[in-house]
């Protein structure tokens, strides 16, 4: 979990609201704010392998992210509470957000390692149509589209009003 806390660190984002670990199936499945368990539980560990650990933070402490990341402070606004956790050893942020400049949705997924900080997805999507960008191969993750799973490639499709970034089937 000091690897996840230093990712925190490392992204400007220090409004840490706790950690806690959790089935990974239960913790994908949930779109808003995960329950703050105990504030001062410290670090906590994925004992089992079907397990994240996990982080929560405000929506809002992620914009600065966005802004220095993306270098046009407000494109980007947090729509959906973000997801930063551990699973099986490797440590990810995914965010939702509002593209103010290009009037849609977004889903950015980083992969953080030794090197430092890769987008291993972005998604940009409004009710009419839906690119992205995906290199998930080698990971257990996908982007739900539609229903779909989505695990690699440049492109486009039919519109949706959410993503999710799920466990591969």
């Keep these: 979990m000091t690897r996840l ?15 806690g670990t959790k089935k990974a199936v239960d913790y994908f499945r949930n779109r808003g704010k995960e329950e703050v368990v105990d504030e001062n539980q410290g670090d906590a560990e994925a004992i089992a392998s079907d397990e ?32 930063i956790f551990e699973y099986q050893g490797e440590q990810y942020m995914v965010i939702w957000a509002k593209d103010n ?13 030794d090197e430092g900080r890769k987008m291993v997805a972005s998604v ?9 960008n995906i290199n998930l191969d080698g990971t257990s993750f996908a982007v739900d589209v539609n ?18 970034f799920v466990l591969a089937a």
């Design 101 to 113: 400049q290009k009037n849609k949705n977004q889903m950015m997924a980083f992969k953080y390692t």
């Design 5 to 19: 806390r230093n990712l925190l660190i490392g992204a400007g984002i220090a409004t840490v609201g706790a950690i």
């Design 124 to 132: 940009g999507y409004t009710g009419n149509a839906t690119d992205y």
């Design 52 to 83: 994240v650990a996990y982080a929560t933070v405000e929506a809002s402490s992620v914009q600065d992210f966005l802004n220095k990341s993306f270098g046009a402070p407000g494109r980007y606004v947090p729509s959906r509470p973000p997801k």
């Design 147 to 164: 229903g779909k799973q989505l695990t690699s490639g440049h492109g486009e499709t039919k519109g949706a009003n959410e993503v999710d």
